[in-house]
């Protein structure tokens, strides 16, 4: 099947409801295996990356939504990420920092959702022509099913110091994410250099 819809909507498995049951059949089986799932899932999401990645190239991004987790956000902060990242430009005390610089460095804006269905809704409210977002496994796969309308670049948080806590993302990984989504040239000399 064809990912690219010539109407510029994005078309995914994740919108039938056949893939949806047999990847949730396929995580049950492969669940008693260490890392098996897990692979599973990564496997998913890089297949769903390089789908978004063709989409992009023929419908570039308007509106591009960043949600992070709050389980990045560093235990005991007070700073109000729900509405902006300006205090994390300057404490810098957790990955935020590093998010809101990258961020402000693109022009992209940011959120920060503290729960699965808030960042539902706020795909839903916003109409993004893109999705960036770092989540455990087992949201990246709940938000596949849950928003599968939207082209999502996805990538799994990179460890916790316990559950829900302190969690890391791949900067790395981000930029470049943030640099092909970016507006103008920017987003014109990562695909130069791609295409390289």
């Given at each position: 099947m ?37 692979r ?7 297949d769903?990356?390089?789908r ?12 591009v ?33 590093d ?52 082209p ?21 990984w ?23």
């Open positions: 064809n990912d690219l819809n010539p109407t510029g909507a994005f078309s995914s498995p994740w919108q039938r409801r056949g893939f949806v049951r047999l990847v949730a059949l396929a995580r049950w089986v492969l669940r008693p295996w260490p890392g098996a799932e897990d599973f899932i990564d496997r998913l999401v890089a769903q990356n390089r978004v990645g063709d989409h992009l190239r023929v419908h570039p991004p308007a509106r939504l960043l949600i992070m987790p709050r389980c990045v956000k560093k235990t005991g902060c007070r700073a109000p990420v729900q509405e902006s990242l300006n205090e994390c430009l300057v404490c810098r005390q957790c990955p935020l920092g998010v809101a610089h990258l961020c402000l460095e693109h022009g992209i804006e940011a959120m920060v959702a503290f729960r699965s269905h808030i960042a539902f809704a706020m795909a839903r409210n916003e109409q993004p022509d893109l999705i960036i977002a770092s989540a455990c496994r087992d949201r990246l796969v709940k938000a596949l099913c849950a928003t599968p309308e939207f999502a670049l996805l990538a799994p948080l990179t460890g916790m110091r316990k559950m829900c806590l302190d969690a890391g993302i791949d900067l790395d981000l930029s470049d994410q943030l640099a092909l989504a970016a507006p103008g040239p920017a987003r014109d000399q990562v695909r130069a250099a791609e295409g390289s």
